[in-house]
């Protein structure tokens, strides 16, 4: 989710404005919006600041094993989740994968 936060001349939240959508460029081109929304930044009467730190994202990848089961893995800024499996070797395989990705260590 993309943030941005209104702020008065004191660096103050005045306002927050939210935007959800469904492709990277999506948010990219959405949060360029909201900044460049002089009719928000007027109701809101601060200066648009975009709030990175705080945005939020995730992606929901379905994956088939090849023993055919079917499970979800969820990607986020800050976790990494397993679902809808039954096979403890899906999860061995995954968690042996994750340790090799540096950024996920």
């Excluded at 004191?10 to 959508?21: C, F, H, R």
Aim: glycine residues 8%; charged residues 20%; proline residues 3%.
């Amino acid at each position: 989710m993309a943030k941005v936060v209104y702020q008065d001349t004191n660096a103050k939240t005045v306002g927050t404005e939210n935007g959800k959508y469904t492709s990277i460029a999506g948010f990219n081109a959405g949060a360029a919006a909201i900044l460049a929304d002089t009719d928000l930044t007027a109701a809101h009467g601060g200066t648009p600041v975009r709030d990175t730190p705080n945005e939020t994202w995730s992606v929901m990848l379905r994956c088939r094993d090849p023993n055919g089961e079917i499970y979800n893995i969820t990607l986020t800024r800050k976790n990494m989740s397993l679902t809808s499996y039954s096979d403890d070797g899906i999860r061995t395989k995954i968690e042996t994968w994750a340790d090799t990705v540096a950024v996920l260590a």
